[in-house]
T-cell receptor, first 111, second 116 residues
Framework: SQQGEEDPQALSIQEGENATMNCSYK?????LQWYRQNSGRGLVHLIL?????REKHSGRLRVTLDTSKKSSSLLITASRAADTASYFC???????????FGTGTRLQVFP | DGGITQSPKYLFRKEGQNVTLSCEQN?????MYWYRQDPGQGLRLIYY???????QKGDIAEGYSVSREKKESFPLTVTSAQKNPTAFYLC???????????????FGEGSRLTVL
């Protein structure tokens, strides 16, 4: 079962622009994580935000979490061509140790 | 270097054959996971193991089997009972029972299985 749903499914922007991806989920969570996947490769962890946090930053990444709306957003500022990848949100639901992934957003950054 | 190694990277199988995908980690993690990825469907959990000699079914376990005889190893067998096995398979590990609640998953580079 898919817990998270990312929006949009695909996003194309120019270098230097900001990219925003959204994730909605269904159940109460312990934390929400964002991962990146280059084509044909494994996933790489980007950032984790806990249920009692509202915003978190890591370099050019900014993640927000709204537990009342069961949603999160990932903002990549000043994007680069190397940011081209798929981005997935994943949620750790309360009472389980399973991490459930969304369907991902494909980001393409044009030079 | 510490990490997760999956092999083979590419595998072709004839219908009716069982195949085993290898996953080895040297991160000293207790928990290990297998996910399946199909185009446009994200990742789906097949099996996971929180400790040696113990494992639990995920959301799509039918047609798959696993073992966890050693902490470092969590092989996945795709059996002939799996109706549509062509997919990209990803192995991951985390610190332990509280790994998902406490932190991140570390992924291997994946194994792409094609059934001919």
């Amino acid at each position: 079962s898919q817990q998270g749903e990312e929006d949009p499914q695909a996003l194309s922007i120019q270098e230097g622009e900001n990219a925003t991806m959204n994730c909605s989920y269904k159940t109460s969570i312990n934390n929400l994580q964002w991962y990146r996947q280059n084509s044909g490769r494994g996933l790489v962890h980007l950032i984790l935000i806990r249920s009692n946090e509202r915003e978190k930053h890591s370099g050019r990444l900014r993640v927000t979490l709204d537990t009342s709306k069961k949603s999160s957003s990932l903002l990549i500022t000043a994007s680069r061509a190397a940011d081209t990848a798929s981005y997935f949100c994943a949620t750790a639901s309360r009472g389980t140790d399973k991490l459930i992934f969304g369907t991902g957003t494909r980001l393409q950054v044009f030079p | 270097d510490g990490g997760i190694t999956q092999s083979p990277k590419y595998l072709f199988r004839k219908e009716g054959q069982n195949v085993t995908l290898s996953c080895e980690q040297n991160l000293n993690h207790d928990a290990m996971y297998w996910y399946r990825q199909d185009p446009g469907q994200g990742l789906r959990l097949i099996y996971y193991s929180q400790i040696v000699n113990d494992f639990q079914k995920g959301d799509i376990a039918e047609g798959y089997s696993v073992s966890r005889e050693k902490k470092e190893s969590f092989p996945l067998t795709v059996t002939s009972a799996q109706k549509n096995p062509t997919a990209f398979y990803l192995c991951a590990s985390s610190i332990g029972l509280t790994g998902v609640r406490a932190g991140e998953l570390f992924f291997g580079e994946g194994s792409r299985l094609t059934v001919l």
